[in-house]
């Protein structure tokens, strides 16, 4: 079992920049895949970003990339997403994820454990 907590939401104006953490429970937080989703007013939970086990490889949305970036400490048990040049866009509450279990890296349902969420605003 794992557990995941979400902090450093926050609201920020267009072009700020807010980093996420994600604290995970348990030694064996190093054995998972790490992915942050988010989900804005009445819309899908939608793939943000994901980091293999050892932050090798990484993933992003489209609509992220170059703004967003993703990175772990196993040592500290902590998935992190640093988020600059924000857009109103960016609105949403952001969870995390761990324990990919399927191949579909950007889908919801190939993580086994998620966090309670971390609301970020973006203010125009």
């Known amino acids: 079992q794992v557990q995941l907590v979400e902090s450093g939401g926050g609201l920020v104006q267009a072009g700020g920049s807010l980093r996420l953490s994600c604290a995970a429970s348990?030694?064996?937080?190093?054995?998972?895949?790490m992915a942050w989703f988010r989900q804005a007013p009445g819309k899908e939970r939608e793939f943000v970003a994901a980091s293999s086990r050892n932050d090798y490889i990484t993933y992003y949305a489209d609509s992220v990339k170059g703004r967003f970036t993703i990175s772990r400490d196993n040592t500290k048990n902590t998935a992190y997403l640093q988020m600059n040049s924000l857009k109103p866009d960016d609105t949403a509450i952001y969870y995390c994820a761990a324990d990919l279990t399927k191949t579909q890296i950007s889908g919801a349902g190939s993580y086994n454990y998620w966090g309670q969420g971390t609301q970020v605003t973006v203010s125009s």
């Open positions: 348990g030694r064996t937080f190093s054995r998972y895949a």
